[in-house]
């Protein structure tokens, strides 16, 4: 079992910054990939972007250039860095990971007013 706690979300206006953190707990030596998923009021989950254990990173065409995936293997954490953050950036952001099992934490709230 792999345990996921996401923080730092909030309000920000547009063309501001929030960094995510995702802290792993439990059997995080199984933890293969890492990644953000999102969702926006009405609309299907996303996903955002991922990081391999080997540090591989890979982002949505709707972030590049804007947001930052990063990863702490020691102390078992996943960050995004959120930069030039736009009204359509609104939405629950969820930290995943698999094991190849995957796991979801429950959420944390990014919220840009247009």
């Known amino acids: 079992q792999v345990q996921l706690v996401e923080s730092g979300g909030g309000l920000v206006q547009p063309g501001g910054s929030l960094r995510l953190s995702c802290a792993a707990s439990g059997s995080v030596f199984k933890i293969i990939n890492m990644a953000w998923y999102r969702q926006a009021p009405g609309k299907e989950r996303e996903w955002v972007s991922r990081?391999?254990?080997?540090?591989?990173?890979a982002y949505a065409d709707f972030v590049k250039d804007r947001f930052t995936i990063s990863r702490d293997n020691a102390k078992n954490t996943v960050h995004l860095q959120m930069n030039s953050l736009k009204s359509e950036d609104t939405a629950v952001y969820y930290c995943?990971?698999?094991?190849?099992?995957?796991?979801w934490g429950q959420g944390t709230q990014v919220t840009v007013p247009s």
């Open positions: 990081i391999t254990k080997a540090g591989i990173t």
């Open positions: 995943y990971a698999s094991t190849p099992y995957p796991y």
